[in-house]
Nanobody, 120 residues
């Protein structure tokens, strides 16, 4: 059973960089055709896809966040990391790690999500 667990600071100050880690268990993040995404959700709003890193290390980002977003991985630990720079209070969201090998835009696996508040 694949499980995802997000971790990181729950409070970030405006203009700083938000850093989160997703630890994957039950399978390797390099398993062929798997892709791992970061998705966020603001209070009362829908899900916003931020970016993805594929099993082979290729990345892709949301055009609206591309200039501020970086997704990387540590294959020795089966971890996916997210960095979002220059955060503003609008970045106060629940951040999710999601993954799998589906091609329909849906995900096989979700983390429980982690609340991040951007405030001074």
């Amino acid at each position: 059973q694949v499980q995802l667990q997000e971790s990181g600071p729950g409070l970030v100050k405006p203009s700083q960089t938000l850093s989160l880690t997703c630890t994957v268990s039950g399978d390797s993040i390099t398993t062929s055709y798997y892709a791992w995404s970061w998705v966020r959700q603001a209070p009362g709003k829908g899900l916003e896809w931020m970016g993805v890193i594929a099993y082979d290390g290729r990345t892709s980002y949301s055009p609206s966040l591309k200039s501020r977003t970086s997704i990387s991985r540590d294959t020795s630990k089966d971890q996916i990391s997210l960095q979002l720079s220059s955060v503003t209070p609008d970045g106060t969201d629940v951040y999710y790690c999601a993954g799998g090998c589906r091609t329909d835009g849906e995900y096989d696996y979700w983390g429980q999500g982690t609340q991040v508040t951007v405030s001074s």
